[in-house]
Structures are given as structure tokens and as C-alpha cells.
């Protein structure tokens, strides 16, 4: 089990030294950020005093030296727009995103996790129809449309809640819904396929001829084998919106980190938008070591390998 | 020892409700078990062996398959008119049953103590410790090395044959009268096989319960049964002991299961093999079934059903030319 996290944690510092190296490089091929820094009328003398004061005029794989250096130390550059250090404004920014994912994570798993398994088990009733329609919908609507007509009727006709930024309770109902939206509809069809495999499997039909009830027949020997699939997708949505839902944190206001993202590209703030990426990158890779322990935790095959 | 009537099964009609018409795939079996008797149900695959099982213990796929007519008594008692959860008490402590494949009928993410504890407290709740003892009693009885330590471990951990073990010691571990063994040395090595075969029987000796042996292999019918009934597209069309079965099969279809197997001391060029395939069970032929594919069928054989016929004591057959050999 040590084994299995270890490796995990080397493949994933791996992959973040690639992640920096990817964002450093393709970020010079845009062009010398000088350009973006000064006025277009500056002098030829300030350009070169600035190349020189930013370590801009030695080779590529020195700046990128120095770059990684300053990196490992907890420094990712200043942000030009904003006149700070990349990594405070990221750590500012954070707690408006994670205190949404509380939310809309109760929503999707207490909404899709009964009714995945309640239209898997009753297959073509009802429950099912209805909720195959609902996770068709939720899957296909966009989210900055859905937020948009949220806004539009609760906010603008009805007056019931308010259309942006922070707040109290309120102001966290429709970021939620809207996120949770796609989010319940994902779950739910793979719960519910997962599921509709393993009921046909062997050991369910021999748990039931243990005389086991139907209850715990499902709830037991179904859903724990169901979750494997299902956190992988939990991986790949926490991923999505610890790093910021962009679209969402930008249509209602929200002073995330997705809408940080969406500041930095907008003003081509791109020291920022690299150190961005790459603290994308670290919590992306932390979310998924994370999953892989769970995995470990839930199927015991991962847990005993070594 | 063979003693009285265990299980009783009168007239079972099990259909599959499908978009493209009802599917007879169980269609009037009969046949009873004495206690401490092994009967074999022999046939080959898609025959309605396993539906004739499942239909016993009324786990048959929903919402396709429903038994729509017959009786099963166990013990006197029809399991056909029960509640469901009066038959949640009869299934694991009455009727046991060992799936074909032991890789995939124990869950992957449970103990093997979890799994075989769970139906010991659903049948005899008591204290934890007397449910241990008893799953690791049932552990000892199928011959499983080092039962304790078992108890800890996860299907993976264990081989093919030992997980068929595991499967066994579930079954048996709440007594049952009558045991269902589904194909249950198929998937297994064939080294190991002959051990298995050994092993349930010791156990079926040793406690007096009737087992149902579904296979499609005459010689491992030969080494286990005491009795076997012949199944062929959804109907049993020859049943009798064992040895006046092998030694004077009456239907052609047993006559030429039996050929098909193949001998150790007889230098063969070519196994013997029946010709053409079973009826399509949504197009059954209106006479014997084995009918189209029957050297011996004449005219009648092909437009009316034979009747069951009495070849020997306790020996019968459903054939309009019982014992006329192919």
C-alpha cells in the first residue's frame, strides 16, 4: 500500500515538472511579454533595460533554469495586472471556489446516487424514464446558458435571489444548481450502468440465493463494486471545479479561481495565467493521488497488489 | 442412504416473456430427489437445465422469465405460492445452490469470512463468535487449508479451486436438505475436478442431503448420480437409475449423448458427434423434439409427441420407439 501511494506520488511530480515545462515554453512562443508590459510607444532603451531586469535576454533553458528554481521555492512570477505575487492571488482567490464544492458535491452525490441505483434496479419503469430524460437534459445543457436563464428568472423576473457575487446562503443556490446540474446527470447514468452490470453479475445472483434481502443485495454487495467507476468520474469533476468552473464563476460574479483564470487571459495577463496552470495542475494531481488511495480503500485487489 | 421425497417438482412450465414472442424454455419438467439421493440432469447447453434450477428457487431473470405453471414441493410444501420472504428464508438454509464459475460468483470486495458469514447470521443469528465458528467449521468440512487465516482473505487471494471450495462451504454451511450444483467442476481445472466431485460427495454422505447435479457430461454423471433425468429443448425425455440408463439408454438422444462421450481404452479415430443443432425454442417442432435430428424418427415422431413410457422399473422414456438402438 506505501508502494502504491509512492509511485503515485513520483508519476504525478513527473507529470507536474512536464506540465511547467509545456506552460513555460509555449508561453514564450506567444511572444516577449515586454511587449505586453510596456506602453507602445516606449523607448527602445526601457525595452532593454526591462529584458535585462526580468532575465529575459539569456537563453531558453536558462530563464527556464530560473524559472523552475524560483518555482520550487513557492514563487511563480508577479502578476502584471494585478502588481503582486502570482501564488497570493491564487491563495486569495481559492477559498471563494472551494466553498462552493461543498454544496454542489451533496447535491450531485445525494441526488444521483439513489436515483442511479433506483433506475438501475428498476430498468425501464417509471424512475428511470423520468431520470434518463433529466440526465439527457443535464448533460446536454450548457452551463453558461443554464446559469444565464437561472438568472433571468429568479433573479430578474421573480426578484427571489441574487443574480452574482458572494454572499450569504443565497448567493450560493444558483452557482449550485447550475453546476450541479451536469453534475447529477454525469453520476447518475454511470451509477446507473455500473449498476445494471453488476446486477447481472454471479455474485449478486449468488448473494441472493444465500437468501440475502434485496436491500442488501443492492446496497451492499452492488454498490461498493458500482463506486469504482464512479470515482474516477468524481476525480475528473472535483479536478474541474476546485480548479474553477470558469464559465459558471464568470456568468454569476464569482471571485474564483475560475474566473481568475478568465481575468488572466482576457488581459493577457499571462504570468499569472501560467502560475495558474500550474497550481491547476498540483490540485488536479493531489485530487487524483487521492482517488487512487480510494480506490485502494474500496477494492481490495488495488489495496493487496504489492 | 436414499430415503423419502425431498423435492417434489410436478409439471414446471417456466416461459421467457420476449419482444419476439414467448420462449417455452422449461416446458412440463418433472422429477423428485430423495433425501441423500444425487440426481443428474443431463443435457447439453441452452437445454433449460439451469432455468429448471433457478425456476426452483424463483430467481429466474426479471422481468423476462416467470414459471407460469406447475408445483415444486419441498418438503410437501409448494415453493410456487410462497412469499418472497418466506423463500428468502427457504434460499441458503433449505436450498443451497454452486454456481458454475467460481471466479466470478464470490464478490471481489468482500472477505471470504464477510461472505460466508452473512448468510450463517441471516439463517441462525447469534453471537458473532458462534457464527465464526460455524463459517470456519464449514471452511474445515470443504477441506480448505489453514480455514482461520481464509477468513481474512479476498477471492482473489485464492485459486480457482479453492474459491469453488468457498462457494461449497457457503452452500453447506447452514445445512441444507437439497443442494444445487449448476455445472459446478466446469470452469475448474481438470486435475482438480475429480477432487471436487469427491468432495461433494463426501459432504452429501456425510449430512443426507439430496443434491441436483446439473452437468452435460454423462461421465461425470457415472461417477456422481444415483439417478439422472435426460433433458432435451425445455423437456426431460429419458429419467431412470443411472446404471439401466447407461446400460440400456431408451431414447435416442441419451443413446447418443452417451456415444459422444469419449472412452479412455478405445482408440477412436473421430468422437462421436450428434448431427444438426437443437429447435430454436421459439419454433419447437410439434412432435418429439429430437425429431428433425433422429435417424430412427418416422411420421408420427415428427407430428405428435410421444408418451412416457415405462423401459424398466423406475426407468422411463418419451419416445414412440423406446430402446431401439441408433
Redesign the interface.
Known amino acids: 500500500m506505501r508502494r502504491y501511494i509512492l509511485r503515485r506520488l513520483f508519476q504525478g511530480l513527473m507529470l507536474l515538472v512536464l506540465v511547467a515545462m509545456i506552460v513555460f515554453f509555449l508561453g514564450r512562443l506567444t511572444g516577449n511579454p515586454v511587449d505586453l508590459m510596456l506602453p507602445e510607444d516606449a523607448l527602445e532603451e526601457d525595452r532593454k533595460a526591462l529584458i535585462e531586469t526580468l532575465g529575459l535576454d539569456g537563453p531558453l533553458h536558462q530563464q527556464f533554469a530560473i524559472f523552475a528554481a524560483n518555482a520550487l521555492r513557492g514563487d511563480l512570477g508577479d502578476s502584471i495586472r494585478f502588481r503582486g505575487p502570482v501564488v497570493d492571488i491564487y491563495f486569495t482567490r481559492l477559498p471563494n471556489t472551494l466553498m462552493m464544492l461543498p454544496g454542489v458535491m451533496a447535491v450531485a452525490l445525494v441526488l444521483a446516487i439513489p436515483l442511479g441505483i433506483l433506475s438501475a434496479v428498476h430498468r425501464?419503469n417509471i424512475i428511470d424514464k423520468v431520470s434518463g430524460t433529466i440526465a439527457v437534459l443535464g448533460i446536454a445543457t450548457p452551463n453558461f446558458w443554464l446559469g444565464i436563464l437561472l438568472i433571468f428568472v429568479f433573479s430578474v423576473q421573480l426578484g427571489w435571489l441574487p443574480s452574482s457575487r458572494m454572499g450569504g446562503f443565497e448567493h450560493y443556490i444558483l452557482p449550485t444548481v447550475t453546476l450541479g446540474t451536469f453534475l447529477v446527470a454525469g453520476f447518475m447514468r454511470l451509477i446507473r450502468s455500473s449498476m445494471l452490470e453488476i446486477l447481472d453479475?454471479?455474485?449478486v445472483?449468488?448473494?441472493?440465493?444465500?437468501?440475502?434481502?434485496e436491500t442488501?443485495v443492492v446496497w451492499k454487495?452492488c454498490l461498493?463494486?458500482a463506486l469504482i467507476p464512479v470515482l474516477t468520474l468524481w476525480g475528473v469533476f472535483m479536478g474541474g471545479l476546485v480548479t474553477g468552473a470558469i464559465v459558471t464563476e464568470t456568468v454569476f460574479a464569482w471571485p474564483g479561481v475560475g474566473r481568475l483564470t478568465y481575468e488572466a487571459v482576457i488581459f493577457r495577463d499571462f504570468p499569472l495565467l501560467q502560475g495558474v496552470i500550474i497550481m491547476d495542475a498540483v490540485f488536479i494531481l493531489l485530487i487524483n493521488l487521492f482517488v487512487d488511495i480510494l480506490y485502494a480503500y474500496?477494492?481490495?485487489?488495488i489495496r493487496?497488489a504489492d | 442412504m436414499v430415503g423419502d421425497t425431498i423435492l417434489e417438482v410436478r409439471d414446471l412450465h417456466t416461459h421467457f416473456f420476449l419482444r419476439r414472442g414467448v420462449v417455452k424454455v422449461v416446458d412440463g419438467v418433472s422429477f423428485s430427489l430423495r433425501r441423500g439421493e444425487v440426481l443428474g440432469l443431463v443435457g447439453e447447453s441452452a437445454c433449460g437445465k439451469s432455468v429448471t434450477a433457478l425456476s426452483l428457487l424463483r430467481l429466474l431473470p426479471q422481468p423476462a422469465a416467470r414459471t407460469v405453471g406447475g408445483e415444486v414441493l419441498l418438503d410437501g410444501e409448494n415453493l410456487l405460492t410462497k412469499s418472497s420472504r418466506e423463500m428468502r428464508r427457504i434460499r441458503g438454509r433449505k436450498i443451497a445452490m454452486i454456481l458454475q464459475d467460481p471466479q466470478t460468483s464470490l464478490n471481489p470486495v468482500f472477505t471470504i469470512g464477510d461472505q460466508l458469514c452473512e448468510s450463517i447470521a441471516k439463517h441462525h443469528p447469534g453471537k458473532a463468535a458462534t457464527v465464526l465458528e460455524r463459517a470456519i467449521e464449514a471452511l474445515r468440512r470443504v477441506k480448505l487449508a489453514a480455514p482461520e487465516q481464509r477468513m481474512h482473505q479476498y477471492p482473489h487471494q485464492l485459486s480457482g479451486g479453492m474459491k469453488q471450495r468457498v462457494v461449497g462451504a457457503i452452500a453447506i454451511s447452514c445445512t441444507p436438505q437439497v443442494m444445487i450444483a449448476d455445472e459446478p467442476t466446469t470452469a475448474l481445472d481438470v486435475t482438480i475436478q475429480l477432487q471436487y466431485l469427491k468432495l461433494l460427495k463426501e459432504l452429501q454422505q456425510d449430512t443426507d442431503m439430496a443434491i441436483l447435479f446439473i452437468t452435460h457430461d454423462f461421465g461425470v454423471v457415472a461417477k456422481m448420480c444415483d439417478r439422472v433425468a435426460v433433458m432435451y429443448a425445455g423437456r426431460i425425455v429419458e429419467s431412470g437409475p443411472v446404471r439401466q440408463v447407461f446400460d440400456n439408454p431408451a431414447h435416442p438422444y441419451t443413446q447418443a449423448l452417451i456415444a459422444s462421450v469419449p472412452k479412455m481404452r478405445q482408440r477412436v479415430g473421430r468422437l462421436y458427434s450428434i448431427d444438426g443443432q437443437p429447435p430454436e425454442f421459439s419454433a419447437l417442432p410439434d412432435g418429439c423434439r429430437f425429431a428433425p435430428r433422429c435417424p430412427l424418427a418416422d411420421a408420427r415422431c415428427h407430428t405428435t409427441y410421444p408418451l412416457s413410457v415405462a423401459v424398466g422399473s423406475a426407468h422411463t422414456a418419451d419416445c414412440w420407439k423406446p430402446g431401439k438402438s441408433v
Open positions: 425501464g453479475s454471479e455474485f445472483k449468488l448473494a441472493r440465493i444465500k437468501g440475502l434481502s442488501i454487495h461498493r463494486n474500496i477494492d481490495p485487489r493487496l
